[in-house]
């Protein structure tokens, strides 16, 4: 297919999460793509968590698309995928056709401190866990807390995280991340900046949050809504953090719509 959608992950998830939209988008006739950012899902991994940055990774998706040659892209953005994911677009934007975005958060410092506080008691929450228990974060129970996922769905989920050792990119990309005020300045500004570009974004958007869970709803949504006036805004009931995994299908079946609409 000449229509691409290309699914970027958050934290801590990996490909996996879209198994439920993949499939029922391929079955339309759409090319799907999932990537999985180093440092998780079942590739090789970087051991020590200062090996992973920011820069990193947008450099990663950046040149993905750039060796597999990706154009009309549909983008769709997870979680703390959306600063990374959003961030490319500024930079190849003739590639991008159009933006899907779910439950994610364009963090800096502007705006985070006082109108974000959910997301903000999340990312204190989740960092001072990531701060106690480092690489050794206990996976299994932290994707239990997300909803009622089976023993066999747990398991999905950690494949890639096997031990501790392969878990220092989890345990990185809170770091990364500047909903603080002191956050990391070169981030600060990647964020600002693709805020800038974002509100001269003309291109067909697709806003899906839930209404409750993490990064659903609230400030985040709102932000977004002001960057993209011009987005279609379709809330998904029910669908809690990981919204692909529970409402994966009723998510693709709106972006095959949602798709099919601008031909």
């Not at 699914?7 to 029922?24: A, L």
């Not at 949504?221 to 805004?233: I, R, T, V």
């Amino acid at each position: 297919s000449d229509n691409v959608i290309l699914c970027i992950h958050g934290e801590p998830t990996w490909g996996f999460v879209y198994r439920f939209m993949m499939k029922e988008l391929a079955s339309s006739g759409f090319r799907v793509i999932a990537l999985d950012f180093i440092g998780f899902g079942k590739s090789d991994k970087y051991s020590s968590p200062d090996m992973y940055t920011h820069e990193l990774h947008v450099h990663t998706l950046h040149l993905f698309i750039q060796h597999l040659n990706l154009e009309n892209i549909t983008l769709v953005v997870h979680d703390w995928g959306g600063p990374v994911g959003l961030s490319v677009v500024k930079m190849i934007p003739e590639r991008i056709a159009n933006l899907c975005v779910l439950n994610t958060v364009l963090p800096c410092r502007d705006d985070t401190v006082f109108k974000h506080v959910i997301n903000l008691i999340h990312f204190i929450s989740w960092s001072a866990a990531i701060f106690v228990f480092q690489t050794h974060i206990p996976l299994n129970a932290v994707f239990r807390g997300y909803g009622k996922l089976d023993y066999d769905t747990v398991n999905g989920y950690t494949a890639p995280f096997p031990n501790y050792r392969y878990k220092a990119g989890v345990a990185r990309w809170p770091q990364l991340i500047p909903m603080m005020p002191w956050g990391n300045k070169r981030i600060i500004e990647d964020m600002r900046s693709t805020k800038r570009f974002l509100r001269t974004w003309k291109k067909p958007v697709l806003m899906m949050f839930s209404d409750n869970g993490i990064s659903g709803g609230g400030a985040s949504k709102e932000l977004f809504k002001s960057l993209f006036p011009h987005g279609k805004d379709i809330v998904i009931n029910g669908g809690g953090y990981l919204l692909q995994e529970f409402k994966g299908e009723e998510l693709a079946q709106n972006l095959i719509q949602f798709l099919r609409s601008q031909r």
